[in-house]
């Protein structure tokens, strides 16, 4: 969860508020009970979205 929150350059506790409250939000993979991680090609879409929606 660390490194999407530094590719989205936020605290991960946004990047938990983004994964409960954004249904477009790539969807967390759980490897262990303490161990989760999201797609990082699912993420770059999501910021080129939102990229695209600011513009």
Known sequence: MA????LLDCHPKHVWRLIRNDPKFPRPIKLA???VV???DELHEYVAAKREAAA
Request: no cysteine; charged share 30%.
């Open 38 to 40: 999201i797609d990082e």
């Open 3 to 6: 490194g999407a929150a530094q």
């Open 33 to 35: 009970p303490r161990h």
